[in-house]
């Protein structure tokens, strides 16, 4: 390890180990080691379909047999992987800072609770949920197969994902509880997100100006990111081995 890398773990060891409140902002990278393909690689979710056609409204309202296409190929992806050790090492985290940790994520895969994180806010929704386009019933249906055009068994409506596609606004209740996190917390983590989609990536400022100390920020990201200039420790490799490499030095064991 370099010593720019011993250093900056050291630091994030120090800052944790005086942290009494955690919370982390996840993003695709955080599910990238389970198999799952980030948003932005070269090989992205986002490849072969423009973001207008499989996640806004408009696209939806244009080709819903296309979004659902698009999302429940998702979903058999979600099927077929499991939770990664990065995954395992917040699960860890959470049991050591009872009650003061949370993770606000804009994954919709549902693996931290899959690994045992009980604190999560899935600030842009879950592939497990769909929703009425009509009554605007929310049901659970976890990742089964569903149908190519799903429909609402009590008003035969046509369901859509229950997703915060672009120009959507956050559940309100979702949002209010991942900036209180990141409001409250000594630490917020920075997992596996490019931090360019607002206002998620807007938790960042708030961990750090709303209360004077701000939080210590910390990156964990296999490159720099449009938030690097942004944060106080940057730890740069697979979070799959950075979270447990954390864990460890703070003497915290991963399940
Ligand atoms: C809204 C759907 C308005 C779910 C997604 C300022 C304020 C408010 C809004 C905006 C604003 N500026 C611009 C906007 C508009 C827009 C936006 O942010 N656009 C961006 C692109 C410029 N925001 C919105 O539209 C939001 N809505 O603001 O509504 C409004 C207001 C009032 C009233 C009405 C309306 C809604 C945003 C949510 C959009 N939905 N997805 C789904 O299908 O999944 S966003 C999409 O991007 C995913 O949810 C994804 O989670 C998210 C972020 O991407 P990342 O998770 O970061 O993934 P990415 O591939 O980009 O990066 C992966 C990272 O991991 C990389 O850095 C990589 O290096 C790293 N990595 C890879 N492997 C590893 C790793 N790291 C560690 N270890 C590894 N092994
Ligand atoms: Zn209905």
């Known amino acids: 390890m370099t010593d720019g890398v011993e250093q900056s773990l050291s630091a994030a060891v120090e800052a944790l180990n005086r942290a009494r409140r955690v919370a982390v902002l996840s993003g695709a990278g955080v599910s990238a080691e389970s198999g799952i393909p980030t948003f932005r690689a070269a090989d992205g979710l986002w490849e072969g379909h423009r973001i207008e056609d499989v996640a806004t409204p408009i696209g939806f309202q244009r080709d819903p047999r296309l979004v659902w296409k698009f999302y429940n190929a998702r979903r058999a992806n979600a099927r077929s992987v499991k939770p990664n050790p990065g995954h395992l090492a917040l699960v860890a985290?959470?049991?050591?800072?009872?009650?003061?940790f949370a993770i606000a994520t804009q994954n919709v895969d549902g693996?931290?609770?899959?690994?045992?994180?009980?604190?999560?806010?899935?600030?842009?929704?879950?592939?497990?949920?769909?929703?009425?386009?009509?009554?605007?019933?929310?049901?659970?249906?976890?990742?089964d197969p569903l149908p190519d055009?799903?429909?609402?068994?009590?008003?035969?409506?046509?369901?859509r994902p229950d997703i915060v596609w672009f120009h959507e606004s956050l559940p309100e209740d979702v949002w209010w509880n991942a900036q209180q996190a990141a409001a409250e917390c000594d630490v917020l983590l920075v997992v596996g997100t490019s931090a360019v989609v607002y206002p998620a990536a807007s938790l960042i400022p708030i961990a750090q100006q709303t209360r004077d100390p701000g939080a210590t920020v910390i990156e964990?990201?296999?490159?720099?990111?449009?938030?690097?200039?942004?944060?106080?420790?940057?730890?740069?490799?697979?979070?799959?081995?950075?979270?447990?490499?954390?864990?460890?030095?703070?003497?915290?064991e991963v399940p």
Not at 93 to 99: F, L, P
Not at 243 to 252: D, V
């Open 93 to 100: 985290m959470e049991r050591h800072w009872v009650g003061r």
């Open 111 to 143: 693996l931290h609770q899959t690994a045992g994180s009980r604190t999560v806010y899935e600030v842009h929704g879950s592939l497990r949920r769909t929703r009425c386009t009509r009554c605007g019933e929310i049901r659970d249906r976890g990742l």
């Open 149 to 159: 055009l799903p429909q609402c068994e009590g008003c035969g409506a046509m369901l």
């Open 220 to 252: 964990c990201n296999l490159t720099r990111t449009d938030a690097s200039q942004m944060v106080d420790i940057g730890l740069y490799g697979p979070s799959g081995i950075i979270l447990p490499t954390l864990c460890q030095r703070l003497g915290i």
